[in-house]
Every structure is written in C-alpha cells, then in structure tokens.
C-alpha cells in the first residue's frame, strides 16, 4: 500500500527531526506549547511509546545509511530516488512495528513539546538499541 504525498512528508520530516534524537528534541520544547502533559493523559500507551522508540531506532539506521549517498548523488533525479527509497523503507519500518504513519507524527508531535514524554521516549530508544 502506497502512503500519500502528505503521510510521506511528515514521515521525512519525522525521521529528519529524530536524527538528532529524542534527547535534542527534549532540550527545545515550542514557546507556544501549554503546560506538558503526561503521556497517559496524551493518550499514548507505554506500548505505542516503546514502539515509537523502536520505529524511531530504524528510520535513524535508515536515514544514517541513505545519508552519505544522497549527499553523493550527482543529479537531481538520483537524489529524488534515493529519498524516495528511503522514505518507503521507513515507512515499512514504522508499519511493521504495529504503528501507524499518522501515529507515529502524533506521538512526534508531541514529543517536541513535551520535554517529560521525550524523554521517556529516550529511555526507550536506548533499550531499543
């Protein structure tokens, strides 16, 4: 199943943001975000958290690999290749954990707002890996 133009973006743009990692993500909550919440009064269990933290461990190891060769691509067309492999192996890698696309950006979302969920999320990721 093919994702849209506009799951695809935010899919890119998510795994864009979390190379960095969730800690750096934790250090610059938004200014005009309200008070942090907890991740149960999100809405987010501990098992889409701790699969969130895997997905995120993948689409990094993904982005990592395609990196260097899209920074060596000599055309436009081959760099528009690249991303469009990379951003459907991680897509597939956010699916096979049992989350969904629009899940997975939810529980981003958030994490740049809530430094506590972040991280949370973290911790997670380092067990992940």
């Known amino acids: 199943m093919r994702a849209s133009g ?3 973006l935010s899919a890119v ?3 864009v943001a979390f ?10 909550p938004s200014r005009s975000s309200p008070t ?9 269990s501990e098992e ?6 895997i997905a995120i461990v993948e689409v990094q190891r993904i982005g990592e690999t395609y990196r260097p060769q899209l920074q060596a691509a000599k055309s436009a067309e081959q760099r528009q ?6 951003v459907d192996e991680m897509v597939t890698a956010v ?3 049992g989350l969904s696309v629009e899940s997975y950006n939810e529980i981003h979302r958030a994490a740049r707002t ?9 911790e997670y990721m380092r067990k992940a890996r």
């Open 95 to 97: 699916s096979e954990t």
């Open 6 to 8: 506009i799951t695809v």
């Open 114 to 122: 809530d430094p506590k969920l972040a991280s949370q999320i973290d």
């Open 48 to 53: 889409a958290l701790r699969k969130f933290a």
């Open 13 to 15: 743009v998510c795994a």
């Open 81 to 86: 290749t690249l991303q469009s492999q990379a």
């Open 36 to 44: 942090p919440t907890s991740p149960s009064q999100q809405g987010f």
């Open 19 to 28: 190379t960095l990692g969730a800690a750096a993500i934790a250090g610059t």
